[in-house]
């Protein structure tokens, strides 16, 4: 199956919108792209919710575009813009809409309370105008949540009609400082912020379930709903219920979801493990009947954003991912004008013969492989925090720990495995029969989960009497700062600086554990053990690293010998990751398909590498293909060296290499 590009792009609402959708029609054809999404009012061109006139002459321009498009031979899908709103950003209500308010108090100006009656009104008349045209999908925006809607200090949520709901939950009046100070307070959660999660996790189900009936009806059941959405820690806060929420979206069983994935502009290329895990964990929340059309972006929308390499390397991690199709922002967002960017449609060519390699291969389907990374979506309802007043804090998820490994050449996989990883306050989140369960396979924890998991009893299990946190700038007088992690190898002694974690966790290993490397001050005494390898009753192993931010640790070769040993370790007797090496931030995506195996790898690096890839037992044949960027997919030779295969080509900055076996 090729791949598909959706392109989205915005009209000029006015007199001339057939010649502009004429325009964008003769542009799709040179560039291939299979679907146009619209965009009417955005951005640039954002006045406020539009009513009246300026909501007639949106809909009037979208049903001229849409007869052109669609006489060209092109899907449409409609993006309306806003929702409750993205930032205000100067502009104000003019509709009387009940405004946002923030933790501390700030109202917005011209964003929307999801408990207002009358945006209800006019959102759930609004998609209904559009559906009635009979657009294939009518998205929800970003903006359709709590968080981030600047200038609000982390979001909205605290108007008074929602405390009103809150208080009938509670029983009793409830003031916004009141309900700040209880959900944030340190120490086991306050009951309140279960109930809040229910009100706004209530509120905008309600929503959606009314925009579903709408577009239903309206269109006739032609049209569905799609839902673009942020990371999944902060959506925890808001209490989302990802089931519930694309179940009240659906429209006869469909639904369509844009996840958010990649940085908006140039990033350095190891960033591209935060892009491969963020998909991976949506994928495993995401209904198996809901369509995948990840979001490429590029904000501000223009070419000097974001370089057509990275474009296509985020393309391509799209495609690995099994999407359904490509979301491109790829033109200026007020341009108006397809023609006059000729290098985009370039771009998709070029593009296009390593998409329809990947998206060829995904037919049947896959599974991903890796070290487990266990995730639940009310984890923010478990989350302790340290200081309390900042709802930011309660956002937790395992992206840092996915960026940790991956970064290191260890593959990793949403959900539990045999070998898991369970790093920070996300150790709250799972009961003691799952935690139990955790601590009979192989186990890696940071210091923060460590000592967590020893409050609540889990200590002879993880090889632990005591765990201690101790911020950077807080040490008793003896034996001084912590500076220097050594392991002594068969080369002699490795130091690895752990000079600027925020914290680290002074750790009291059982007698039977190992202790692997320990931590010095910088005149050379003893600080506490830096690693420990333990083997507990259950028959289950565990590493614990004093690290609490393994993720800020500085990254070289020997620490990436440490976690290939670790994870060996913890796999057993039964090895049997792929683990990757060859040159700093080779990011692997390992999946198993009805073929066999496909191992990816993205060279996060700006200096090529060759890519060692490491197995338990003597290495498979395996096939190699290159893709090097915005260049057609290449044969490459990949030669076994024991229980290595070592490729003979050169992975060059943001390139993927493909290995599979049976």
Partial sequence: MPARYHLRFQLHPGPDAAAQAAELA?????????????????????????????????????????????????????????????????????????????????????QVSFACPRWRAWITAHYARFAALGFRVLWLEDDFRYHNHAPLPWGGGFEQPMLDRLARLVGEPVTREQVVAAVTAPGAPHPWRALLQQVWRTAQLEVAADLADAVATHSGGASQLGLMSSTLGVASVE??????????????????????????????????????????????????????EPEIENWPHTAWSKSDTQTW???????????????????????????????????????????DLVTDERADGFETLGVGLPFRQDVAAHVRTRTGGDLAELSVDPGRTADFLMRYGVPVAAGVGRVNALFGTLAWAFTDAEVERLLCGGLLVDGTAAAILTERGFGPLLGLEAAELVGREQHPAEPGPYAVERHQGEEGEIWLSVNTQPALARLSPLPEATVTTRITTPDGRFWGPGRCHFRNQRGGRVVVLAATAPEQLPFDDDGQRLLHTAVRFLEGDRPALPLVDGGPHLVPHLVRTPAGHRLAVANGSADAARVRVTFPDPAPAATATLLAPLAPPAAAGAGRHGSALVTDAELPHRGWLLLHWS
């Fill in 239 to 292: 209490g989302r219920d990802w089931s519930k929420l694309f179940q009240a979206l659906s429209v006869g069983g469909r639904v369509a979801h844009r996840p958010h994935f990649a940085a908006y502009s140039d990033t350095p290329g190891r960033e591209l493990s935060s892009s491969v895990w963020m998909l991976e964990q949506q994928r495993a929340l995401r209904p198996s009947w809901a369509t995948s």
């Fill in 26 to 110: 003769k542009f799709c054809g040179e560039a291939s792209v299979d679907e146009v999404v619209l965009l009417l009012g955005a951005e640039e061109l954002y006045a406020g919710h539009p009513a009246g006139p300026a909501e007639d002459l949106l809909v009037e321009t979208a049903a001229t575009a849409l007869g052109v498009l669609r006489e060209a031979g092109l899907e449409v899908s409609l993006n309306p813009w806003v929702t409750a709103g993205h930032a205000d950003r100067g502009r104000a209500d003019t509709l009387g809409f009940t405004p946002m308010v923030a933790p501390d108090g700030t109202v917005a100006s011209a």
């Fill in 313 to 355: 390397s985020e393309l391509v991690t799209a495609a690995l991912a099994g999407s359904d199709a490509l979301f491109l922002n790829l033109h200026p967002m007020h341009s108006g004008r397809a023609q006059r960017y000729p290098r985009i449609a370039e771009l998709l060519r070029r593009s296009r013969p390593a998409l």
